[in-house]
């Protein structure tokens, strides 16, 4: 099956950091694909570069005592899509973060081009996540122990030969690939590995816990950035004004919406059900606040009454979180204290958890 991207959002790179408690960490629930940040064009597999599929075309050499066509590609190899749905080779591709995170390695590798690996952790991912992105131009636009933000640029895709041009890229639960091939040493490289895996598909490999994930399965899932271009500049929450015109939201999805105007504020509505004997915890967040801008959140009981507020400084997340008992309609609001756009958007989400009473 052949995978599309669709509908990519022209976004730049936005901060995204969040309180939590007293400490900073980056916060990387929201995932894009690393081709098309900045531009409106389709990429996507070829079926034969699918993740988990052999590569027929794949002719020569051999890793794991077998022809590399029988090896199992452990990501996806992405090309421009044209109208009729050719593979268009992308030298010099833009090649961006799927998200928040920090690069644990930039260099050449034992295949064409270079590679970056980026880690990702987050309250909200199961474990530590990590992103690969090979066949890069040098140099790159990134070097071992920088942060990065989802859509910044990492490098460019490196020209090969018959058309061939094209970005790998991965998702997957380890670091170190370097030494995962025991009984094949000649497959063994540096951190990013092969790329492919023998005999195991490639979700059980080096470890039913710790292998590699379909990568646009994987970024679809956690996309908050993902919308139709006729949403690209709406606004569907509006009117929502005013604590009583709030919009209705459900815990644990992300949304996207605008401060659209000067003096416009965003009143969302949540339930939140405490069963007697019980506590809930309510998070809010709220990211990818647009550069030059400074957007606040603030919590309202079901009276009316702010009971929580967070002021980060410039376009820095928002986060918080407030212990109740109290079943009913709660209400977040976001404000601008400076600056707005009517094209970049915000992301924001409530979770209504279980928590222990006190
Ligand atoms: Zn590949």
Redesign the pocket.
Known sequence: MRILVTSLLIMIALISTASIGQSQSAISSIFTPPLGYRDDYDYGAPTY?DYGTKNENLIGGSCFGVPWKELY?A???WFRIGENGENIPIPGAEVTAVADGTVIWAQPINYPGRVVVVSHTDPLLPQTTYSVY?HLTDPLDVQAGDSVLRGQKLGTVLYQINNNS?L?WEIRYFADGSNIYPNYPNCNGSVPGR?YTYPEHPDNFPSATAGYTDPFTFVTNRAGVFLPHLMRYEDTFEPNDSFNTAASVNSGVWYQSYISSSGDNDWYTFSVTVPSGSARNIDLYLQSIPPGTNYNLELYSPANQLLRSSNQPSNNSEFIRYYTTSSGAYRMRVYSASGFSHIDSYDFRVDVLSAPTQ
């Open positions: 570069a590609h990501g996806e190899d090979s094209h790998h790329g």
